[in-house]
């Protein structure tokens, strides 16, 4: 199975910051990577499918990339609606797994 | 409005086991492939089974395979988890998904029900 590794797995911040969190692979998943949100005792929302593509509805300072074997998932200036974990998950093959979560707190 | 509803989480023995339904409502049922993830408590998500269209393909977790079974009945716009063989380490919140398509493949997961906790303790 194709494993993701997330970093961090915490991070503070303030509003208006940039933050960038970072997921790699144990193997090729040709860009099939997908990013959501989840608040506290909420559902999981997606963001970001296909490394780069927003979902309809996500704010655009949300932004996703690839950099090798790196998928990086960029909010350009954080809101208080922001602050919340972060998973990756790789879509290119069963089984899906998810990174082990990133949480974004406010400084 | 896109809407995915489980029900049938509860208290159960380890070894005992259950049926975990999700109703869906506000899309055609029958054309998308489904979800199950699951959370345990303060942890991550862990995706645990999908069901295509038409009941084809099915996919599971190694940590479920052989204990939890997936089925759907597009007549009742509902899909279904069969927890058998519980054990303590399957205490989570268990959520319903539909598929994200992309050229026809499930490439995310783009709804999701507001899940319902199962907790396994003798």
């Known amino acids: 199975d194709i494993q993701m590794t997330q970093s961090p797995s915490s991070v503070s911040a303030s509003v208006g910051d940039r933050v960038t969190i970072t997921c790699r692979a144990t193997?090729?998943?040709?860009?099939?990577l997908t990013w959501y949100q989840q608040k506290p005792g909420k559902a999981p929302e997606l963001l970001i499918f296909?490394?780069?593509t927003l979902q309809s509805g996500v704010p655009s300072r949300f932004s996703g990339s690839a950099s090798g074997t790196d998928y990086i998932l960029t909010i350009s200036s954080l809101q208080p609606e922001d602050f919340a974990t972060y998973y990756c998950q790789q879509a290119n093959s069963f089984p899906f797994t998810f990174g082990q979560g990133t949480r974004l707190d406010i400084k | 409005e896109v809407q995915l509803v489980e029900s049938g989480g509860g208290l159960v023995k380890p070894g005992e086991s259950l049926r975990l339904s999700c109703t869906a409502s506000g899309f055609t049922f029958s054309g998308y492939s489904l979800n199950w993830a699951r959370q345990a408590p303060g942890k991550g998500l862990e995706w645990l089974s999908i069901?295509?269209?038409?009941?084809?393909?099915?996919y599971y977790a190694d940590a479920v395979k052989g204990r939890f079974t997936t089925s759907r009945d597009d007549a009742r716009n509902s899909l279904y988890l069969q927890l058998n063989s519980l054990r303590v380490e399957d205490t989570a919140v268990y959520y319903c998904?539909?598929?994200?398509?992309?050229?026809?493949?499930?490439?995310?997961?783009?709804?999701w029900g507001q899940g319902t906790l199962v907790t396994v303790s003798s």
């Open positions: 296909a490394t780069s």
């Open positions: 193997q090729d998943i040709n860009n099939w």
């Open positions: 069901i295509g269209i038409g009941s084809n393909p099915i």
């Open positions: 998904a539909r598929s994200l398509f992309v050229n026809g493949y499930t490439k995310g997961l783009d709804r």
